[in-house]
């Protein structure tokens, strides 16, 4: 059965300090890798596709990188506004499967 | 260009009473799913379809039921509502193709079964 984790579950920086959030997952002919953000009250906001192993993509001060059984979410030096819940989520099939999320605090 | 528009946004049932959320997506999208979100466990997938007249259950479709008669809608329905069915409910659709494409998701539908 197709499975996502993420770790942490919460994640407190200070502003400028980098850090990374982890999503390990176990598929059978993974179609894609997404990241999502979420802020409270609202739907989750797509960030990055990953398609296969080595593949990074960058956005701002955020980048993803994907092996084989887990993807990173790097983020450098993050603002307060970088403050949300991080989602990632895998295809293998025609759905789409969720891991719990990290929700990051970013502290001024 | 609206994305994706969940009705309602909120809605407070009694235990027994049954209801329909709607998504409609305006993107002529293949794909629509519908998940709930609970407090510590993410995104969990309901029931999903591929297009116009297709259904097909996800990870929790138990208690609910789904319709797509127009390719741009999705019904959820709730036959006899449960206190367990509290929960933010979220409608998503996406292109398709053999390669997975992101998912667009509405802005939630938050229901309190009492």
């Known amino acids: 059965e197709d499975q996502v984790t993420q770790s942490p579950e919460a994640l407190r920086l200070q502003e400028g300090e980098s850090s990374s959030l982890n999503c390990s997952y176990t598929?059978?002919?993974?179609?894609?890798l997404f990241w999502y953000r979420q802020d409270p009250g609202k739907g989750p906001e797509f960030l990055f596709t990953l398609y296969s192993a080595g593949e990074e993509k960058e956005k701002e001060r955020l980048k993803a990188t994907l092996t084989k059984k887990e993807s990173f979410l790097h983020i450098t030096a993050p603002k307060p506004e970088d403050s949300a819940t991080y989602l990632c989520?895998?295809?293998?099939?025609?759905?789409?499967?969720f891991g719990a999320g990290t929700r990051l605090t970013v502290k001024p | 260009n609206a994305g994706v528009t969940q009705t309602p946004k909120f809605r407070v049932l009694k235990t027994g009473q049954s209801m329909t959320l709607l998504c409609a997506q305006d993107?002529?999208?293949?794909?629509m799913y519908w998940y709930r979100q609970d407090p510590g466990m993410g995104l969990r997938l309901i029931h999903y379809?591929?297009?116009?007249?297709?259904?097909a259950k996800g990870e929790v479709p138990d208690g609910y039921n789904v319709s797509r008669l127009k390719k741009q809608n999705f019904l959820l329905g709730l036959e006899s509502a449960a206190p367990s069915q509290t929960s933010v409910y979220f409608c998503a659709s996406s292109y398709s193709g053999h390669e997975g494409t992101e998912a667009f998701f509405g802005q939630g539908t938050r229901l309190t079964v009492v």
């Open positions: 993107m002529n999208h293949e794909y």
């Open positions: 598929v059978s002919g993974l179609r894609g």
């Open positions: 379809s591929v297009g116009e007249g297709t259904t």
């Open positions: 989520a895998v295809q293998a099939g025609n759905d789409m499967r």
